[in-house]
C-alpha cells in the first residue's frame, strides 16, 4: 500500500477535480477496478462526470466523496510531480493480496512441500539404505570430476546452501527462530543474512554458468535414459545397474531442474535487487497469452511486477530447496563411494562401473587412444 502525506496534500488540492472526474466517469463505464484504470482517458474533460466536475464532500456534508475514495482504494492513479510517478497510486489494494497470499497460502504449502521431501528421503532411507557399491570397493580410482569442475560445483552448492537458509529465515524465520532466540539476536541475524543473500546471489549466478558451460553436453537426452527410467534407476534393486553415460536420465532431470529454476530464481532476485527497473512478467504474461490465447494482463505497474517477482523468487526457492534436499542425499549418506567424485575428484572403478559403465567405457577409450598403446581397452562389467 501506498500512502504518504506528501501525495494527499497533491491530490488534495488542484489535482482532485480531475481525479475526481475520472473516477466518476470510470466507475459509471465499469464497475471493476481493473477496468476503472483502463478507462480512464488522460484527457477526459472533468465537466464530463456526473457531479459535472463538482468536488464531492463539501463542508456541509451534504454530498458524499465515498465515490472518490472508492477510486482511491481500488488504485485509481493521479499526478504527482515528484520524480516518483508510483506515488500517484495512494492506496495499491494488490499489496494486500500479495501479502495475504504470501504470509498464507505460500508459507503453508511450502512448508508442507519442505517437510514432505524431508519425510519421503527419510522413509527412502529407512526402506533402501544406503546404496553399497555392490562388488565392494576395488582399491583402483577413475578421474570423474576435474579440479575446475568441482570448484564451479561448490561455488555453486555453498553459495545455495547460505541463500536457502538466509531467505528460509526470511520466510520462516519469525515464527521458528524469533521466540527462541529474542527479537535483538533475530533482528541482528536477520539483517547480516539479508546483506549475505545480497551479495552471494552473485557467486550463485557464477557457479550456474560455470556448470552450464561444463555440463550441458553430457546432459542432452538420450536413448540411454529411457532404458534408464525404464529400470527406475535400478535404485529398488541391489543387483540392478542399467547402463548410463557421464550423467544419468536421474541426474539429467536434476541438472536441468538446477539450470532453468537456477535462472528463474537468479531472474526474480536480480528484479528484487534493483526494484522497478524489470518488467519480466508483463513481457513473460505476452508471451504466454500468444501461445496459449489465455488473458494474463500484461499492462502491469511497476509496483504489481515488484510484487509478482517477490512471489515467484519464494516458489522458485522452495521447489529448488526441495531438489537441492534429494540431490544431497544420494550425494552423500544415500549412496556409498558418491561423495568423493566432487570431494576428491577419484571415484572407485567398481562404483563407476556399477553407476556410469558407458562413461568408464568412453572414459577407458579416451586414456587408450591417448596413450597409444596397442589392444583393445577393457569393457566396463
Ligand atoms: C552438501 C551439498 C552437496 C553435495 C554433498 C553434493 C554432491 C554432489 C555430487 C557427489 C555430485 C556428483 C555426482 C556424480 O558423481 O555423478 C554432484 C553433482 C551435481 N551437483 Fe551437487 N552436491 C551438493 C549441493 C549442490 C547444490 C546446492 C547444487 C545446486 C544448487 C548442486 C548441483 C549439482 C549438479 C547440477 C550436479 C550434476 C548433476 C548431478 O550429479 O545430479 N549440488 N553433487
Redesign the pocket.
Known amino acids: 500500500m501506498i500512502c504518504n502525506r506528501k501525495t494527499i496534500r497533491h491530490f488534495g488540492s488542484r489535482g482532485l477535480l480531475p481525479l475526481l472526474a475520472f473516477a466518476m466517469i470510470a466507475f459509471a463505464l465499469a464497475g471493476n477496478p481493473a477496468a476503472a484504470q483502463n478507462s480512464l482517458a488522460p484527457n477526459a474533460a472533468p465537466e464530463a462526470s456526473p457531479s459535472g466536475g463538482m468536488v464531492p464532500g463539501d463542508t456541509l456534508g451534504t454530498t458524499s466523496d465515498s465515490d472518490y475514495w472508492r477510486a482511491v482504494r481500488h488504485g485509481l492513479q493521479g499526478n504527482v510531480s515528484i520524480p516518483d510517478k508510483k506515488a500517484g497510486t495512494l492506496v495499491q489494494s494488490e499489496g494486500e493480496a500479495w501479502r495475504s497470499f504470501r504470509n498464507g497460502p505460500l508459507t503453508l504449502y511450502a512448508s508442507w512441500a519442505l517437510l514432505g521431501t524431508i519425510v519421503v528421503l527419510g522413509l527412502f532411507y529407512a526402506i533402501r539404505g544406503r546404496i553399497r557399491i555392490e562388488h565392494g570397493k576395488s582399491n583402483q580410482t577413475i578421474t ?2 576435474k579440479a575446475v569442475e568441482r570448484f564451479g ?1 561448490w561455488m ?2 555453498v553459495s ?2 547460505i541463500l ?1 537458509l538466509t531467505g528460509l529465515n526470511i520466510l520462516y524465520g519469525r515464527y521458528v527462530l524469533k521466540p527462541v532466540i529474542g527479537d535483538g539476536a533475530f533482528g541482528f541475524l536477520t539483517q547480516m543474512g539479508k546483506y549475505l543473500h545480497n551479495y552471494l546471489a552473485f557467486a ?1 549466478m557464477a ?2 554458468a560455470m ?1 552450464f558451460v561444463m ?1 550441458v553436453r553430457h ?1 542432452l537426452p538420450d536413448r540411454t535414459d529411457i532404458k534408464w527410467l525404464l529400470q527406475g534407476g535400478g535404485i529398488f534393486s541391489k543387483k540392478l545397474h542399467p547402463p548410463a553415460k ?2 544419468n536420465a ?3 532431470v ?2 536441468w531442474a ?2 532453468i529454476g ?1 535462472v528463474s530464481l537468479s531472474l526474480s532476485g536480480w528484479a528484487l535487487l534493483f526494484p522497478f527497473t524489470t518488467h519480466f512478467f508483463a513481457g513473460t504474461f505476452d508471451k504466454v497469452n500468444l501461445i496459449f490465447g489465455t488473458e494474463l494482463p500484461t499492462a502491469l505497474t511497476a509496483l504489481q511486477e515488484q510484487q509478482l517477482n517477490a512471489l515467484w523468487h519464494s516458489i522458485m526457492a522452495v521447489f ?1 530447496v526441495c531438489v ?1 534436499l534429494a ?2 542425499y ?3 549418506i544415500g549412496m556409498e563411494g ?6 576428491s575428484g577419484e ?1 572407485d572403478l567398481n562404483w563407476a562401473k556399477e ?2 559403465s558407458i562413461w568408464v567405457e568412453e572414459h577407458q577409450a579416451d586414456i587408450h587412444k591417448a596413450s597409444g598403446s596397442g589392444g583393445a581397452p577393457q569393457p566396463a562389467e
Not at 558418491?338 to 570431494?343: E, I, S
Request: glycine fraction near 16%; charge should be positive.
Open positions: 570423474r570430476f560445483h555453486l552448492a545455495f546452501i536457502g550463485f557457479g550456474l556448470i555440463w546432459n557421464k550423467f536421474g541426474q539429467k536434476i541438472f538446477v539450470i537456477g529448488m537441492i540431490h544431497i544420494i550425494g552423500s558418491a561423495f568423493d567424485a566432487m570431494g571415484v553407476h556410469h
